[in-house]
């Protein structure tokens, strides 16, 4: 039976040894055989983060793109140091949080894709990374469609980035797992995509072998997923395989189910660029899509502007006990901004009644989440 570690073991735990990409929390990390080529070391001071009490509050956001240097310029303003002033005081104050690297960290390369109407490559320079360490950011996931923009030169960098700041970083196949240790607790993650140079929700002998293995070695697991149809016409999940300009983009009722049946606490996911709704299965919290979150110099119009944040709380078992939605919205290069409309929020209730048979989930208008 899954539990949660008291704080009196948390000197034990820190020696125990993983496998995968693993982050111990202090900045050190133990790489798999699969990553050893990627160094270890810690370049940034991580934030604080509150000390575990009967729950544990997760924080999870969609897409974030901090500006690109690369092919085009398109950074924010300030350096970006005002992205997330509306909501760092949420992000610092879960006990973890999570969100999704909608690109690369790198200072050089070029990008492999032609250009083109439907062709784009988002290169942030590594000097944002601390944008992240600021914001309160413990996991990133990188299996997504930009991971690959420019080569594995891009890849590389990016996770060692991560890596030095102290930021767990899962997703692909050089780094499939991180887990840290946080006041106690022993988190897990890994990430999923659809592309062939990421981990992906396809592949379900990898996903049961990398979720059932990660199960293992820590006290709550997160999925992170990428995975969906694009644009205000995807907002719904429906029912089987979903395609995008013929590219397959996974089942990913499917492919959530599975993970929570191989041993995940919580399935987040994003990639469709809007909300979507959320379920409760088996006691614990699936969001099919948190959308877009911050993602400088990206579309941003209608539902695709949307930028929630959830917190969700779970027991010691992980199952979900409560949580928030808390909405934002992104009104030009300079990252989500508080919605008192709850716009996110609002969408993302409506979404649930509609897509989600058997819904055992209630979400008020100001996003607060409880089980029926």
Not at 123 to 131: A, D, G, I, Y
Request: proline fraction near 3%; charged fraction near 20%.
């Amino acid at each position: 039976m899954k539990r949660i570690r008291n704080l009196f073991f948390s000197a034990l735990l820190a020696l125990l040894a993983t496998t995968g990409c693993v982050n111990n929390g202090t900045g050190t990390t133990a790489g798999s055989s699969s990553s050893q080529s990627i160094a270890d070391s810690t370049s940034a001071t991580q934030v604080a983060k509150p000390k575990i009490t009967d729950t544990i509050s997760i924080a999870m956001v969609g897409d974030v793109m901090l500006g690109s240097i690369k092919p085009n310029y398109c950074m924010p303003p300030n350096d970006g140091k005002e992205i997330f002033v509306d909501c760092a005081s949420i992000l610092r104050g879960a006990d973890v949080t999570c969100g999704n690297l909608e690109g690369v960290l790198a200072d050089k390369g070029e990008t492999r894709k032609r250009p083109g109407p439907l062709s784009y490559s988002f290169m942030m320079p590594t000097k944002s990374v601390q944008l992240l360490v600021d914001a309160g950011f413990d996991f990133m996931g990188i299996a997504n469609n930009h991971i690959f923009d420019f080569w594995k030169e891009g890849t590389l960098s990016t996770i060692q980035t991560l890596k030095d700041a102290g930021i767990g970083v899962a997703g692909t196949k050089d780094c499939e797992t991180s887990i840290r240790e946080i006041n106690g607790v022993k988190y897990g993650f890994c990430a999923f995509g659809h592309e062939e140079y990421s981990l992906r929700t396809q592949d379900t002998a990898t996903v049961k072998r990398v979720v059932t293995d990660l199960r293992k070695q820590c006290d709550l697991l997160i999925v992170c997923f990428h995975g969906g149809s694009e644009g205000t016409s995807a907002r719904h999940v429906p029912q089987g395989k979903e395609y995008f300009h013929g590219m397959d983009r996974g089942d990913v009722r499917q492919f959530t189910h599975m993970c929570v049946d191989c041993g995940a606490d919580i399935v987040y996911g994003n990639g469709p660029h809007v909300p979507r709704a959320m379920e409760l299965y088996n006691g614990h919290l699936i969001a099919y899509s948190l959308g877009n979150f911050a993602t400088i110099g990206m579309g941003i119009s209608a539902q695709v502007g949307y930028a929630p944040l959830l917190v969700a709380r779970v027991d010691g078992n992980g199952k979900f006990v409560g949580g928030k939605i808390h909405s934002f919205i992104q009104p030009g290069r300079i990252g989500p901004r508080a919605d008192a409309q709850n716009r996110a929020a609002r969408d993302i209730w409506s979404l649930t009644q509609e897509d989600i048979k058997d819904n055992r989930l209630m979400i008020a208008d100001d996003g607060t989440i409880t089980c029926k």
